[in-house]
């Protein structure tokens, strides 16, 4: 129960302390009622300590041990507003966030820029049991990047994240909580060692194609479409100062391959089915073949190019998340 | 300094074998060496100090822990620590001193100390930016420090009772006195006590402040008897009065040393029979009394008889030749003061040397003095006249203390040292009560009027600073000492009774703690909204280019020339050349080198340094 009990205040505090909702709009802004400031564990054993010297001082009516004693608790509350001040004025966006497979750690970035002319020495960002440690140049923007391991398909978003200081002498610790919009796609993890690509319904006219031209023989040159992959870009030829080109395999040509979930074996459970998915449809990109991906209640069109193989992916990841598709 | 010799050798030790690790990069020494090391440490001290508890022990403890802790340093944890303790030692050191350049001290350390806390959490920054930082903390911590050292409520301590060794070792008069015992007088310029008259000081002949009364002697050392006390003097002061301030440096004894003879004393004083004032306890800080002196009381009118029993007891058969002359002299007086006249003019007519270094005397001191070697000091004189004075028997007795004293031109205080000590006599006669007399002005009547540098002969070996030729030393020595006693007086005298005067004089007097806390908490509050104005305060960053275009634009703009908003570098320097076309070149070099600085890779400080002089070069009628 107590860890219930933590978790629920916690989830108070950030209902009405923090006021954390959903993602917040760019940029986030860390103005005053935002930071708040509290002693770390090193600030409360220093303040033991000073209160140590304080009645050692008063036992032996030492006047300077008061003055030095003094001078210690002053310096750490003008280290708090320091703490602060670190904090304060700096804004945060959203920045790329490239996607992975999942088991891949994914690169969270958040933009934070420090308007004013000073630098913003030993901030730590912290999101999802992970943090990072860096400092924001004067009058600079830094992208921050957040290694986070990425556990299932899917949308995975950077969520509740806080940043903070314990500059300058680590014992006040200033924080802030904001929910920035940065979230990642998570692709399923391609299976190891797939067996190979399905020939499936059409497998008669493929093997034609094949016997004829064999596999991956030069054909020709073709306009270049945006959606071709850049590895049958014909470099050589641009480089030349001619147009830009896309090469045809011939192996390639009459291939039309479909990567279907139906024809999968019936004993694969779902997971399973789109690991072994993923890996034909980056297979197939690699082979630079023409594919098609059909999953229960859509098709997608018979293409190649990263952009087709993406758009793949992302169905594959977001199949069956209805509500993370959004 | 103040740890026994051993400690400073093995913490010196430490802290080599540490530089050493450092040096060399290597791990820390096991932790089991470190456990056997530290117990060794521990029976060590345990040994030298034979307790753990206490003021000495504890100090020494705290710097060997330090150089342990030290030594097995690793993580950010340890450093703390090792801050901290450092720290307390930088208490420690107050317990023996609180002077100006040991706070000057500890304020470097606290600076260093602080920037150690920066340099852990922030190791990327540069060694001048970490100490700036800490620097800059110290600066905004010292108004709080401020409010608190004024504002918090001060206790007088000690809460509980203070360990024995508390106020060792502390110099000052002694109640017993052994003339020719010592072949040289200590001649320390430590301060004694400070003192300010509220009116005009009294001469320096003057100024006796009353010390230990010896009575009891036994042929060779003047020693003190019990004296009763009371709440109220002996005596009835009356005659002209003295006020002053007296502020005594802790001697760990009762007497207050008062000018003769004390009438009123705050805080309150205890009187005893020989009449010296009397604090109720050891003085072992330094405190200040207001008191006030009669110097033409009569006292000891009706003095008991065994008081003057005891002030003409001799032991038999000390000191023959010395019992001989009195009895010579004193025969045929008809009163005791004749006596007295009489002892005076033999001794005034003896050829008596004031020195510092006399010989050392036999086992019949005051025959030795009076008849072989016939130079002393203070101690010579005073014994050896009282010895005659009861040989003759007239009630005598040594009274010792300090005499003179030196007012600091700079802020007008009196400054009595250790070297001002002195012992001169009293005699009772009868109708006038106990008389001062002092036999040093017999034979160094300088030494009184004007102080003990011009009583010796030229060439005696006196301490740099007694010494009359060396004037701007001592000039330099009263600005010194007048700084020091203004830190003496207000910093280190703040007390609760001082808290309170500060409450009276902001008309908050009678309210107590709840108005210091109150004003406490203002005052802590107002700080802090400032450093908070201070922290929300925003500079806009200045960009350098920014700012020498700026100026060339204004430059331009005084001779007519301004630039419209719209206007780009290169139409706007086209324009300014038409206008000036004597120096139409470097007009339109200066614009294209903005634009070119401005909307090309970041400007380098040598080109925006080569624009700024350009632009200074310009010249417009």
Redesign the interface.
């Known amino acids: 129960m107590p860890m219930a009990g933590t978790a629920a205040l916690r989830a108070a505090a950030d209902r009405w302390l923090f006021r954390v909702t959903g993602p917040e709009a760019a940029p986030i802004r860390l103005v005053?009622r935002r930071i708040f400031v509290l002693p770390t564990g090193?600030g409360i054993?220093?303040a033991c300590?000073l209160l140590v010297?304080l009645?050692?001082?008063?036992?032996?009516?030492?006047?300077?041990?008061?003055?030095?004693v003094?001078?210690?608790?002053?310096?750490?509350?003008?280290?708090m507003?320091?703490a602060?001040?670190n904090l304060?004025?700096l804004a945060i966006r959203p920045g790329r966030c490239a996607p992975v497979f999942c088991g891949d750690t994914v690169n969270f970035q958040v933009l934070v820029a420090n308007?004013?002319?000073?630098r913003r020495?030993?901030l730590r960002l912290s999101a999802l049991g992970q943090s990072v440690t860096f400092?924001a140049a004067?009058?600079d923007e830094t992208a921050v990047g957040l290694p986070c391991p990425s556990m299932r398909r899917g949308w995975l978003t950077m969520g509740r994240s806080v940043i903070e200081t314990?500059?300058?002498?680590?014992?006040i610790q200033a924080w802030s909580v904001f929910v920035p919009d940065v979230r990642c796609l998570v692709f399923p993890a391609p299976e190891p060692d797939p067996p190979a690509l399905p020939t499936g319904g059409d497998g008669a006219r493929e093997a034609r194609a094949r016997k004829g031209e064999g596999d991956d023989d030069f054909a020709g040159l073709r306009a270049h479409r945006t959606a071709d992959s850049p590895r049958h870009v014909a470099w050589k030829v641009l480089a030349r100062g001619g147009p830009m080109l896309t090469k045809q395999y011939a192996g390639a040509e009459g291939r039309e391959l479909v990567l279907d979930w139906d024809a999968l074996d019936p004993g694969l459970d779902t997971e399973s089915r789109l690991s072994r998915l993923c890996a034909w449809v980056l297979q197939a990109e690699a082979r630079g073949l023409r594919y098609a991906l059909a999953l229960p209640g859509m098709r997608s069109p018979c293409a190649t190019g990263s952009a087709h193989r993406d758009r793949c992916l992302e169905r594959l990841a977001l199949f069956a998340h209805a509500g993370d598709a959004a | 300094m103040w740890l026994p010799g051993w400690i400073s050798v093995v913490c010196a030790l430490l802290l080599t074998w540490r530089g050493l690790l450092l040096w060399q990069g290597s791990r820390p020494p096991p932790r089991a060496l470190l456990l056997v090391i530290t117990l060794a440490l521990a029976v060590g001290v345990r040994i030298e100090f034979g307790h753990f508890f206490g003021?000495d022990p504890g100090v020494a403890l705290l710097a060997l822990l330090l150089g342990l802790k030290l030594l097995e340093t690793q993580a950010?944890r340890d450093i703390?620590a090792g801050v901290?303790l450092c720290?307390?030692l930088?208490?420690a050191i107050?317990?023996e001193d609180?002077s100006l350049p040991?706070?000057a001290l500890?304020l470097c350390g606290?600076l260093l100390a602080?920037g150690a806390?920066?340099a852990?959490?922030?190791p990327?920054?540069r060694l001048g930016a970490q100490l700036r930082?800490a620097a800059s903390?110290?600066a905004?911590?010292?108004?709080?420090?401020l409010a608190?050292?004024l504002l918090?409520p001060r206790?007088?301590?000690?809460?509980?009772g203070?360990p024995a060794d508390?106020f060792s070792a502390r110099t000052g008069l002694s109640d017993t006195m052994t003339p020719g015992s010592i072949s040289a007088l200590g001649t320390s310029p430590a301060i004694a006590f400070r003192v300010r008259f509220e009116g005009t000081p009294p001469a320096q002949n003057q100024r006796y402040w009353r010390g230990p009364v010896l009575t009891a002697y036994d042929g060779r050392t003047w020693r003190a008897r019990p004296a009763r006390e009371s709440d109220t003097p002996f005596y009835t002061p009356s005659g002209a009065r003295i006020d002053y301030a007296l502020t005594l440096e802790p001697h760990n004894q009762r007497w207050l040393l008062a000018l003769d003879y004390p009438g009123e004393a705050q805080p309150k004083a205890r009187y005893s029979h020989d009449f010296l004032a009397l604090s109720p306890r050891p003085v072992q800080?330094r405190t200040r009394f207001t008191l006030s002196a009669y110097p033409s009381t009569p006292t000891g009118l009706a003095e008991d008889a065994a008081t003057l029993a005891a002030a003409t007891r001799l032991p038999p058969g000390s000191n023959p030749r010395s019992a001989a002359l009195a009895a010579e002299l004193a025969a045929g007086t008809r009163s005791h003061a004749e006596t007295l006249a009489r002892v005076i003019a033999h001794l005034r007519a003896t050829p008596l040397r004031y020195t510092l270094q006399p010989p050392l005397l036999g086992s019949h001191p005051a025959d030795d003095f009076l008849f072989e070697t016939q130079s002393g000091f203070c101690e010579h004189f005073a014994s050896a006249f009282v010895v005659l004075m009861r040989a003759a028997g007239v009630p005598a007795r040594v009274v010792t203390g300090y005499q003179g004293g030196e007012i600091n031109p700079v802020d007008g205080y009196l400054v009595v040292r250790q070297s001002d000590a002195h012992a001169w006599a009293e005699v009772w006669l009868a109708g006038r009560g106990w008389v001062r007399v002092d036999p040093t002005a017999l034979a160094a009547p300088e030494r009184i009027d004007d102080g003990m540098a011009s009583a010796l002969a030229a060439d005696s070996a006196l301490p740099l600073l007694l010494r009359a030729d060396m004037r701007w030393l001592r000039d330099l020595r009263h600005q010194w000492e007048a700084v020091s006693n203004a830190w003496n007086q207000h910093?280190?005298?703040?007390?609760p009774e001082r808290q309170r005067e500060l409450l009276e004089r902001l008309g908050l007097s009678g309210r107590g703690i709840a108005a210091l806390v109150a004003l406490l908490a203002a005052a802590?509050l107002a700080i802090?909204l400032a450093?908070?104005a201070?922290?929300?305060w925003?500079?806009?960053?200045?960009d350098p280019l920014q700012k020498a275009w700026a100026r060339f634009c204004r430059k331009l703009g005084r001779a007519g020339l301004a630039r419209a908003r719209w206007e780009g570098p290169a139409d706007y320097g086209n324009r300014i050349a038409a206008a000036l076309p004597d120096q139409a070149q470097a007009l339109r070099e200066i614009c294209a080198t903005y634009a070119r600085l401005r909307y090309g890779p970041p400007c380098a400080a040598s080109a925006l340094r080569a624009l700024n002089k350009r632009i200074d070069g310009i010249r417009l009628q």
């Not at chain 1, 003094?70 to 280290?79: I, Y």
């Not at chain 2, 925003?538 to 200045?542: D, E, K, L």
């Open positions: 005053q090193a054993g220093f300590v010297m009645i050692a001082s008063i036992n032996y009516n030492l006047s300077l041990g008061h003055a030095l003094f001078l210690l608790a002053g310096s750490a509350a003008a280290s507003l320091h602060f001040r304060f004025g308007p004013h002319a000073r020495p030993a400092e004067a009058g314990r500059w300058p002498l680590g014992l | 003021k950010a703390r901290l720290l307390f930088q208490l107050f317990f609180q040991v706070a500890a606290t602080l806390l920066i852990l959490v922030d990327a920054a930082g903390l110290l905004q911590g010292l108004p709080f420090m608190l050292f918090f206790i007088q301590g000690p809460l509980w203070l508390a800080t910093v280190l005298g703040y007390n802590v802090f450093l908070f201070w922290a929300t925003r500079r806009r960053p200045r």
